[in-house]
């Protein structure tokens, strides 16, 4: 059973919306940072946005902020990323992370995370 399940990818026009959505057992999402990151086809994965434990603190890498937005749902134990105003350079795998370690402020290298997601296709069109 997989500890991060992600859904929400598809198919949009430049200018639309998709939200996707990471769903964790209590004990893989419980005290933890959690993280959105992308890899588009030939190039590296990237650190998208991220959320503290609390939901308090996010961050964004500057080509998505004012247009995608994180939040979290403890009680439920999910974490969604809402992105608007898409732009065909945001067509990517879009993955889930946890932090590694507790209560850290979510971070933007790949090795600070150590549940990942399968990844789910978000595709935008010209």
């Known amino acids: 059973q997989a500890d991060l399940v992600e859904s929400g990818g598809g198919l949009v026009q430049t200018g639309g919306s998709l939200g996707l959505s990471c769903g964790a057992s209590?004990?893989?999402?419980?005290?933890?940072?959690m993280a959105w990151f992308r890899q588009a086809p030939g190039n590296e994965r990237q650190f998208v946005a991220g959320i503290t434990w609390t939901g308090r603190m996010t961050d964004y890498t500057d080509s998505v902020k004012g247009r995608f937005t994180i939040f979290r749902d403890n009680d439920k134990n999910t974490v969604t990323l809402q992105m608007n105003s898409l732009r065909p350079e945001d067509t990517a795998v879009y993955y889930c992370?946890?932090?590694?370690?507790?209560?850290?402020?979510?971070?933007?290298?790949?090795?600070?995370?150590?549940?990942w997601g399968q990844g789910t296709q978000v595709t935008v069109s010209s």
């Open positions: 209590r004990r893989t999402f419980s005290p933890f940072a």
């Open positions: 992370a946890r932090a590694r370690e507790r209560y850290r402020t979510p971070g933007r290298g790949l090795d600070e995370y150590d549940f």
